[in-house]
């Protein structure tokens, strides 16, 4: 060892002190492996720059990027029984939720907020696939109802982003249940006449595409998301032949008329600005009285 490393080397470290590197600095991109500097992934909204791979975001993280200035009011959501049949695997399900709401700081599956998009009222549902993989069960089917009853007490558009993997096992029939009781929440708004928009984002599976997922007024797909019902290898052993490349993507369901536009994170927000402005309905679709007359000048010109 020389001089320069048992003497000077800690001299310097102690006139200078130790500095902490701060962890979770940099992100790698699962698809193309490329390093990305955190605070720039943050403010790309979770898109890689270098190949535009739409990585996993979180509920709240979508509600802040949806809302004007991130700002919002979660509503509380009614409470449900916690464990209907008392359910065991590997472990207890009230662990199971137990942990969920740790790791994500959510009661459940979904969280509904209001706010304003461009100056618009707007009641967004956003599903957490942290918890329990997004699994819809008894909490998630009575949100989506208090979802669309707040819309349409607020005479406002729902939009939901959908991230899920289906039904929820430990819940058995009572899960099952739930996708009736979504398809209610979206007869309230259709009655109403107010716009339901669905976002679908990776991944968007099972009993929820199978419902609420594909009964929306626009269904609007992040790139490269899986939307599926059952999984692709246990089609192919159905229907014994092998699928085409790409099925079950959202390019391949756009491509076959599922699925309405394709949009990038990064323009969500201002396609659903444009899209509330289309759809706002007519005065007389929510007071149940004719709209103002135009002027007899007006008219004429």
Not at 80 to 89: S, T
């Amino acid at each position: 060892m020389s001089w320069l490393t048992e003497y000077v080397r800690p001299r310097i470290r102690t006139l200078l002190g130790q500095r902490e590197v701060p962890e979770n600095l940099w992100s790698q991109c699962p698809a193309c492996q490329q390093m990305i500097f955190a605070k720039e992934l943050e403010k790309n909204l979770k898109v890689c720059p270098h190949c535009a791979h739409h990585m996993r975001a979180t509920a709240i993280e979508r509600l802040g990027w949806t809302f004007d200035d991130g700002a919002y009011t979660r509503i509380e959501l009614p409470k449900v029984p916690v464990d209907p049949l008392a359910f065991r695997d590997s472990k207890r399900y009230v662990d199971r939720l137990r942990e969920a709401r740790t790791k994500t700081g959510m009661e459940d599956a979904l969280i509904v907020a209001h706010g304003t998009i461009d100056g618009h009222r707007a009641v967004v549902g956003a599903m957490e696939f942290d918890f329990i993989g997004g699994s819809m069960g008894a909490a998630v089917g009575e949100g989506l109802v208090a979802a669309a009853r707040l819309a349409v007490l607020q005479e406002a558009p729902l939009i939901l982003y959908t991230a899920s993997a289906g039904a929820r096992m430990q819940e058995g029939a009572v899960s099952l249940m739930q996708m009736p009781r979504s398809v209610i929440a979206t007869m309230l708004l259709k009655e109403a006449r107010l716009p339901l928009l669905i976002v679908l984002t990776d991944p968007t599976t099972g009993g929820v595409t199978a419902s609420f997922a594909m009964l929306g007024d626009i269904h609007i797909a992040e790139p490269g998301a899986l939307i599926g019902f059952a999984g692709a290898r246990v089609i192919e052993q159905t229907v014994r032949e092998t699928l085409p490349e790409g099925f079950q993507r959202a390019e391949y369901l756009h491509e076959h008329g599922i699925v309405d536009m394709i949009v990038a994170r990064t323009d969500m927000r201002d396609m659903l600005s444009r899209l509330m402005a289309l759809l706002r309905p007519p005065a007389e679709a929510i007071t149940g009285e004719p709209a103002p007359a135009e002027p007899e000048d007006a008219a004429a010109a």
